[in-house]
């Protein structure tokens, strides 16, 4: 369930950050528009009801978390009904905990949830301070209002909380400690020889014949598979909009259709000291401050109960005359820069309001022409797009021929590399051009595809242009393949046998060092070591530490490495950890994942409960 709440965190542009009551206040959010299918009922737990709307957002949020961890995966992939039954648990889970938590009694104010969240800098601007339009138009994205936002936060939040209450009432105890020690900080002396497989790959030496064999005897191996070619036609947008120019007239034409709605903008930043329910003298202390020079962030910060903006100075951003109530934004712009105004009420309470600052966007032809030309080329672009899909979708129905097609859509056929049912490169990458190429409809009866969408306004259609069956491959074309195999397998064969000879000879009793001086060959003794040492074999001392610590005399096993190597490993002894001798840091440490493993045991047991006991209505 954490990591459940670390994806939503991260799903969000890990930009989890509150709008303090006072903002949401001010700007008027309240709430969106969502359509029935999203306000139905998806699941209910426990008679608590989960949103049609929920389940959707977990499966983006589901989707963006595997294409993140898995770079170059086709997005097409990811069907929803496939990630559905998963997200669906998850959020019964997350739900469950939800539960939990509040039945014991766990909260979070909206303070703490405030002050945690503002220090997010996802939604903080260039100088750190809170974005609200950044804000608002990422939570709108995601489809939550501002409300359903800071109840999905608190809600994960107070899920943290609970999880983190197992770890955090944990204990070991010193039987515990000193067992996890005797693990842990366990030391063993090892010797080991190895036996290297290159110089038994040196030493084989193949005949024409032996080649032959091999490949007659393993001929399957070396067999081509069956392979297409295919003529398409691609449609997509950048086929269009690379290549237009829009007029100066229409540039002109739609600055003047807009023109009203672009004029200059005056934009005022705006810091306030907010009091609930303040006494004259308490205004006139403030006042008699501000007067005595001590500065409006300093006072903000001591006096103001917006706890949202106080940490900041006071400050509230940008308004350009419609963030913040009347009465606000007409004292706010009767002022001068860095002028204080006299109090002022809103429903939120009483306001001193300081100027900050004042900027002016100036909209003219000059700075609105390139935005205008993007928007009149996407425009056509779209048109363009639309008509020819059409035109796309009735020529390629039972069409003998793409490239006649092509050059009545004003397009271009193209003819693909040979590939496989496994893919290739460019067009046939693509998992719907794979199936639609190898589909009897295509492959077999040479029929044009439908109109195959690819994602990102991208269409294609296929016909088989050529079709290359399977085919044994003649010796001469894998021979070096055929040579590289057969040289392997003697050489590990070789090696074999001459390591079960050596493995006898310590197993009869002589030693590793005497083996391996007279073979030649590498030998290596280990003493002291434990899981955590550096500078020696991994692969080695991860074997070592496999083979059990019971036996009363030495023990010799063998194992290849990953490179191929032979090694034979000879444990002689064996001590056990010991906790009196780990410093504090250590013993802490220890104690630590201790509690974290036996934490994350209960946790596991008690989501199994509450499942067991739920009452879930799917």
């Given at each position: 369930?954490?990591?459940?709440?670390?994806?939503?965190?991260?799903?969000?542009?890990?930009?989890?950050?509150?709008?303090?009551?006072?903002?949401?206040?001010?700007?008027?959010?309240?709430?969106?528009?969502?359509?029935?299918?999203?306000?139905?009922?998806?699941?209910?737990?426990?008679?608590?009801?989960?949103?049609?709307?929920?389940?959707?957002?977990?499966?983006?949020?589901?989707?963006?978390?595997?294409?993140?961890?898995?770079?170059?995966?086709?997005?097409?992939?990811?069907?929803?009904?496939?990630?559905?039954?998963?997200?669906?648990?998850?959020?019964?889970?997350?739900?469950?905990?939800?539960?939990?938590?509040?039945?014991?009694?766990?909260?979070?104010?909206?303070?703490?949830?405030?002050?945690?969240?503002?220090?997010?800098?996802?939604?903080?601007?260039?100088?750190?301070?809170?974005?609200?339009?950044?804000?608002?138009?990422?939570?709108?994205?995601?489809?939550?209002?501002?409300?359903?936002?800071?109840?999905?936060?608190?809600?994960?939040?107070?899920?943290?909380?609970?999880?983190?209450?197992?770890?955090?009432?944990?204990?070991?105890?010193?039987?515990?400690?000193?067992?996890?020690?005797?693990?842990?900080?366990?030391?063993?002396?090892?010797?080991?020889?190895?036996?290297?497989?290159?110089?038994?790959?040196?030493?084989?030496?193949?005949?024409?014949?032996?080649?032959?064999?091999?490949?007659?005897?393993?001929?399957?191996?070396?067999?081509?598979?069956?392979?297409?070619?295919?003529?398409?036609?691609?449609?997509?947008?950048?086929?269009?909009?690379?290549?237009?120019?829009?007029?100066?007239?229409?540039?002109?034409?739609?600055?003047?259709?807009?023109?009203?709605?672009?004029?200059?903008?005056?934009?005022?930043?705006?810091?306030?000291?907010?009091?609930?329910?303040?006494?004259?003298?308490?205004?006139?202390?403030?006042?008699?401050?501000?007067?005595?020079?001590?500065?409006?962030?300093?006072?903000?910060?001591?006096?103001?109960?917006?706890?949202?903006?106080?940490?900041?100075?006071?400050?509230?951003?940008?308004?350009?005359?419609?963030?913040?109530?009347?009465?606000?934004?007409?004292?706010?712009?009767?002022?001068?820069?860095?002028?204080?105004?006299?109090?002022?009420?809103?429903?939120?309470?009483?306001?001193?309001?300081?100027?900050?600052?004042?900027?002016?966007?100036?909209?003219?032809?000059?700075?609105?022409?390139?935005?205008?030309?993007?928007?009149?080329?996407?425009?056509?672009?779209?048109?363009?797009?639309?008509?020819?899909?059409?035109?796309?979708?009735?020529?390629?129905?039972?069409?003998?021929?793409?490239?006649?097609?092509?050059?009545?859509?004003?397009?271009?056929?193209?003819?693909?590399?040979?590939?496989?049912?496994?893919?290739?490169?460019?067009?046939?990458?693509?998992?719907?051009?794979?199936?639609?190429?190898?589909?009897?409809?295509?492959?077999?009866?040479?029929?044009?595809?439908?109109?195959?969408?690819?994602?990102?306004?991208?269409?294609?259609?296929?016909?088989?242009?050529?079709?290359?069956?399977?085919?044994?491959?003649?010796?001469?074309?894998?021979?070096?393949?055929?040579?590289?195999?057969?040289?392997?397998?003697?050489?590990?064969?070789?090696?074999?046998?001459?390591?079960?000879?050596?493995?006898?000879?310590?197993?009869?009793?002589?030693?590793?060092?005497?083996?391996?001086?007279?073979?030649?060959?590498?030998?290596?003794?280990?003493?002291?070591?434990?899981?955590?040492?550096?500078?020696?074999?991994?692969?080695?001392?991860?074997?070592?530490?496999?083979?059990?610590?019971?036996?009363?005399?030495?023990?010799?096993?063998?194992?290849?490495?990953?490179?191929?190597?032979?090694?034979?490993?000879?444990?002689?002894?064996?001590?056990?950890?010991?906790?009196?001798?780990?410093?504090?840091?250590?013993?802490?440490?220890?104690?630590?994942?201790?509690?974290?493993?036996?934490?994350?045991?209960?946790?596991?047991?008690?989501?199994?409960?509450?499942?067991?006991?739920?009452?879930?209505e799917l």
């Open positions: 369930m954490l990591d459940s709440f670390r994806h939503n965190m991260k799903g969000i542009a890990f930009g989890i950050v509150i709008l303090i009551a006072i903002v949401f206040a001010f700007s008027g959010i309240g709430s969106l528009s969502m359509s029935s299918s999203g306000a139905d009922t998806a699941v209910t737990v426990n008679g608590e009801k989960v949103t049609e709307l929920s389940v959707l957002r977990a499966i983006s949020s589901e989707k963006r978390r595997i294409l993140s961890e898995n770079e170059g995966l086709d997005a097409s992939l990811l069907e929803d009904e496939l990630i559905r039954p998963q997200v669906v648990e998850q959020l019964i889970g997350r739900r469950l905990l939800s539960q939990a938590a509040k039945s014991a009694g766990m909260g979070v104010s909206s303070r703490t949830t405030s002050k945690l969240l503002l220090s997010t800098p996802a939604f903080l601007s260039d100088d750190g301070r809170f974005d609200q339009d950044l804000y608002l138009y990422t939570i709108r994205a995601q489809g939550y209002t501002s409300g359903t936002f800071l109840e999905m936060l608190k809600d994960d939040l107070l899920i943290e909380q609970y999880v983190r209450g197992f770890v955090a009432s944990g204990f070991v105890t010193a039987s515990e400690l000193d067992l996890i020690a005797s693990i842990t900080e366990q030391q063993r002396d090892y010797y080991y020889l190895t036996l290297p497989l290159q110089p038994e790959v040196d030493a084989v030496e193949l005949s024409d014949e032996q080649i032959a064999a091999y490949y007659d005897a393993n001929k399957q191996r070396y067999q081509a598979p069956e392979q297409v070619i295919v003529d398409y036609i691609e449609l997509n947008p950048e086929l269009f909009s690379a290549t237009q120019n829009v007029a100066e007239e229409q540039v002109r034409a739609r600055y003047e259709e807009q023109r009203e709605s672009l004029e200059s903008t005056t934009s005022r930043q705006a810091a306030h000291i907010l009091l609930t329910q303040p006494s004259d003298e308490l205004l006139a202390e403030i006042n008699e401050k501000l007067a005595a020079g001590e500065t409006f962030e300093a006072l903000a910060k001591e006096y103001s109960e917006d706890v949202g903006s106080a940490d900041f100075g006071g400050d509230l951003g940008y308004t350009s005359g419609d963030t913040f109530p009347e009465s606000f934004e007409t004292a706010l712009a009767a002022l001068q820069t860095g002028e204080v105004s006299a109090p002022v009420e809103t429903d939120s309470g009483t306001h001193l309001i300081k100027l900050l600052d004042i900027q002016e966007q100036i909209v003219d032809f000059d700075s609105e022409r390139p935005r205008i030309e993007q928007e009149l080329i996407a425009e056509l672009t779209d048109v363009w797009l639309v008509e020819k899909l059409a035109k796309l979708k009735e020529l390629s129905y039972n069409a003998e021929n793409l490239a006649e097609i092509a050059a009545d859509l004003e397009l271009t056929a193209e003819v693909s590399e040979p590939f496989t049912r496994a893919g290739g490169t460019g067009i046939s990458a693509a998992p719907a051009v794979l199936k639609a190429a190898f589909s009897s409809e295509v492959l077999e009866d040479s029929y044009a595809s439908e109109v195959l969408e690819l994602g990102n306004d991208r269409y294609v259609v296929v016909k088989l242009n050529k079709s290359i069956p399977a085919r044994q491959k003649d010796i001469t074309e894998v021979q070096d393949a055929v040579v590289a195999s057969l040289t392997d397998q003697l050489a590990r064969a070789s090696l074999a046998a001459r390591g079960a000879e050596l493995l006898a000879r310590v197993d009869a009793g002589e030693n590793v060092e005497a083996v391996a001086k007279d073979e030649d060959l590498d030998w290596q003794v280990v003493l002291d070591a434990k899981r955590s040492t550096g500078g020696i074999n991994n692969e080695i001392k991860r074997f070592a530490f496999q083979l059990p610590a019971t036996a009363t005399e030495d023990l010799i096993e063998s194992f290849y490495s990953r490179s191929g190597d032979f090694v034979v490993v000879a444990l002689t002894n064996v001590e056990a950890g010991d906790s009196s001798k780990l410093s504090k840091e250590q013993k802490v440490s220890l104690s630590y994942a201790g509690v974290s493993s036996s934490g994350g045991r209960e946790l596991q047991a008690v989501q199994k409960s509450l499942r067991e006991g739920a009452d879930i």
